[in-house]
């Protein structure tokens, strides 16, 4: 099989997930010879489940795993709707060929599996395997996502999967490096950083669904992206050393409430997003690479030479 990549007529051959969570689903259904065959095969994941249940036994965290409730709720719904995913392993075939032009110290996991997990986090890595939870995946409308914001429901959708593998690829190979003077500035430089490598991994991709927007949330921030800005500054955020700060300006919520109670969510990354993309804009020059590390975004001078003008 191979697949073709968005916009560039390339071909890659797919990455394969392989689908664990079946196995989650059945394993204390199985005779005593499969189920040997099944610790064999599924080391990796069964070390992490092992960890997971603080148990020894490979065969007991399965069998934790498999009776577990996430498995029991989620299990079913899986089944039914997450049949099929032919369509993201061939875009994380274009991932990986992307990683090596645009990023070539990070690599794609040795192994991608699907599991069921009762994290709210989506991806987990481990080592060299990667585990994505696909029970944070099974669509927007899904009703046991009711309890979450809307932005969090938009992003478990199926389709958003491999935009989630590539960040979480990124962020791990070059993760953002705490100091003591880590100003506001610093994280909002980071986090436009990364949005930037997702822009360069993914060409075809529409920059607002890289940030997890949908058009009117982009829209508004587009609009009011001069006063999302000056408040910013105004409110003495920008140079504050506090990671709370920060994370309100950046992590999932409802609204950036710390501008704007309408403010759509981590409006910080796209502030952090726009200040990047105006630095490359006159250093075309620049890696995403030199863009990930702390001598760009710690850097006394990054803002000053983006030449940032809110609203161009």
């Not at 700060?245 to 409802?254: C, G």
């Amino acid at each position: 099989m191979v697949a073709a990549s968005c916009g560039s007529g390339a071909s890659h051959e797919p990455i394969y997930i392989e689908r664990f969570d079946s196995i989650e689903m059945i394993y204390t259904s199985l005779p005593a010879s499969e189920r040997v065959a099944v610790l064999s095969r599924y080391t990796p994941q069964i070390d992490f489940l092992q960890t997971l249940y603080g148990v020894s036994s490979a065969d007991s965290a399965m069998a934790q795993a498999s009776a577990s409730e996430a498995v029991n709720v989620f299990g079913p719904d899986i089944k039914k709707r997450i049949t099929d995913l032919s369509a993201v392993e061939e875009r994380l075939g274009q991932l990986k060929a992307s990683l090596k032009e645009v990023l070539p110290t990070a690599e794609m996991p040795a192994r991608i599996s699907g599991i069921i997990l009762p994290y709210r986090q989506s991806i987990v890595t481990a080592d060299s395997l990667m585990l994505v939870s696909l029970n944070h995946y099974m669509g927007p409308d899904y009703e046991g996502y009711a309890i979450f914001d809307p932005y969090t429901r938009r992003q478990k959708n199926l389709d958003l999967l491999p935009y989630h593998v590539a960040e979480a690829i990124v962020t791990s190979a070059y993760p953002y490096q705490y100091s003591e003077n880590a100003t506001v500035l610093s994280r909002l430089l980071y986090e436009g950083a990364v949005i930037e490598t997702l822009r360069r991994l993914f060409e075809d991709a529409d920059v607002a669904v890289l940030m997890g927007y949908d058009s009117a949330q982009m829209q508004s921030l587009m609009q009011n992206e001069s006063t999302l800005w000056q408040r910013v500054v105004d409110r003495g955020m920008l140079y504050d050393v506090d990671r709370m700060t920060a994370a309100k300006l950046i992590d999932p919520a409802n609204a950036t409430s710390i501008v704007s109670s309408d403010a759509p969510p981590r409006a910080g990354r796209f502030l952090g997003w726009k200040i990047v993309n105006s630095y490359t804009r006159s250093h075309s020059e620049v890696s995403a690479a030199e863009l990930l590390v702390p001598d760009f975004y710690l850097s006394d001078s990054a803002l000053k030479e983006a030449n940032y003008s809110p609203g161009n």
